[in-house]
């Protein structure tokens, strides 16, 4: 990696062999590290007062979260690359290494891990809090090609999208990607951070990428159509495979500018839907990079996530 890295900035925690991979088939990820503070309320909450819950600390982020569902899906090679504070980094690393993931940590010693507070209502519905923290100091200067040896799929999370410094490390791991041939998937992340940075300039960061996994609301939000499929056959104009995550309702997969598949949704007793986009995602790249078709790993992607919606937080049980 270049040794010009941003103040306060050390080199990532890895394995010796992780820049190498064990063949074609790996999975990289590029993306966000969090800590979750979930609070699960069974009442709404009181304004000025307190309100009964049950919180937990857990590890999570959708790039974390993504890699970890795509490891317990079966893909024995997946790695993460991501930025957390000097703060929880060893906790975050040793969770990882745990669910089967290689991090590739950048630790930075002048801001904190982010932090996400996750309200979950009775429906399982929530509503995040975000403090970024490290996350989108992620620059240019932590990415190297070599990352990409062995790798079959690159995957990037959309949060990284949102501010200019991590924008640049996106740039720079999608044109590798690309000049090697290695396929490239993103996942939009956020409604409301899209909004705040515009449609335009999100979709004209993902240029190159060739599979964009968003939800329903991120969809709509990015073509401006009100339906769904609409937005689906809109988006697979720009991208050539598009798969629009319908939560309860199951996915739907487009291409070349119409829908081909709608993919039933597995049944589910709702706990905390936290993760759940994330688990489709990782159990949908695993899939793929095994040869499926995408029905068939957007149906893998449904499995999971209603196994995820099931568990509080946002991956899967550790053995």
Not at 232 to 252: H, I, K, Q, Y
Request: glycine share 12%; aromatic share 4%.
């Amino acid at each position: 990696m270049d040794e010009d890295r941003a103040a306060g900035a050390r080199r990532p925690t890895r394995d010796s062999g992780a820049g190498s991979g064990s063949g074609a088939g790996g999975l990289l990820i590029v993306g966000d590290v969090v800590t979750d503070v979930v609070a699960r309320h069974r009442t709404p909450l009181t304004h000025g007062t307190d309100t009964a819950a049950e919180i937990r600390t857990l590890p999570g982020g959708a790039g974390a979260n993504a890699a970890c569902w795509a490891a317990s899906t079966g893909c024995a090679d997946v790695r993460l690359l991501g930025r957390v504070g000097a703060d929880a980094a060893v906790w975050h690393e040793a969770r990882l290494r745990a669910a089967g993931v290689r991090p590739l940590l950048v630790v930075d010693d002048d801001a904190p891990t982010a932090t996400v507070v996750s309200l979950v209502d009775a429906a399982a519905e929530r509503t995040f809090l975000t403090d970024s923290g490290a996350v989108l100091r992620l620059c240019a200067a932590d990415w190297s090609a070599s990352l990409l040896d062995g790798v079959g799929r690159l995957h990037v999370s959309g949060y990284l999208f949102f501010a200019a410094t991590s924008r640049q490390v996106v740039r720079a791991a999608v044109e590798s990607a690309v000049a090697r041939g290695v396929p490239v998937s993103v996942d939009p992340a956020s409604a409301g951070f899209i909004a705040d940075l515009g449609a335009e300039r999100f979709l004209a960061a993902a240029d190159g990428v060739g599979v964009l996994l968003p939800n329903a609301d991120e969809a709509r939000l990015l073509t401006g159509a009100p339906d769904p499929e609409k937005a689906a056959a809109e988006l697979s104009r720009r991208f050539p495979l598009v798969v629009v995550t319908l939560g309860p309702d199951g996915a739907l997969v487009a291409s070349d500018g119409a829908v081909t598949a709608r993919v039933p949704p597995r049944p589910a007793r709702a706990v905390d839907s936290t993760g759940a986009g994330d688990a489709f995602n990782g159990a949908f790249l695993a899939t793929l990079l095994t040869g499926a078709d995408p029905v068939t790993a957007a149906a893998a992607g449904c499995r999971a996530s209603a196994l995820a919606v099931a568990l509080p937080g946002g991956r899967p049980p550790v053995p």
